[in-house]
């Protein structure tokens, strides 16, 4: 059963075997940090990337940004400091 909250199912909703992906090879290493870094850098990415989208739809009105990602003024001018946005 797959389940997508739009009316369509894309690839992102097929099983990783269905896309391609059957044969993963796991010799590689994540790293130092592990799999917890690993999660932690993708997450910096990510929020920093919805941030810049955000300001972007809001068109860079830091108040309506932090309205529109429910976080408070404060909290969007430290995580635009932390990313030097």
Do not use: W
Request: glycine letters at 8%; aromatic letters at 6%; a positive charge.
């Amino acid at each position: 059963m797959i389940m997508a909250q739009s009316g369509a199912i894309t690839e992102e909703h097929l099983p990783l075997r269905l896309r391609g992906y059957s044969n993963v090879d796991c010799s590689g290493e994540i790293g130092d940090g592990g799999l917890d870094e690993k999660i932690k850098q993708v997450n910096t990415r990510v929020e920093k990337e919805l941030i810049l989208e955000a300001l972007r739809l809001c068109l860079y009105n830091r108040s309506k940004t932090a309205d529109y990602l429910k976080i408070s003024r404060k909290t969007l001018f430290n995580k635009m400091k932390h990313y030097n946005i």
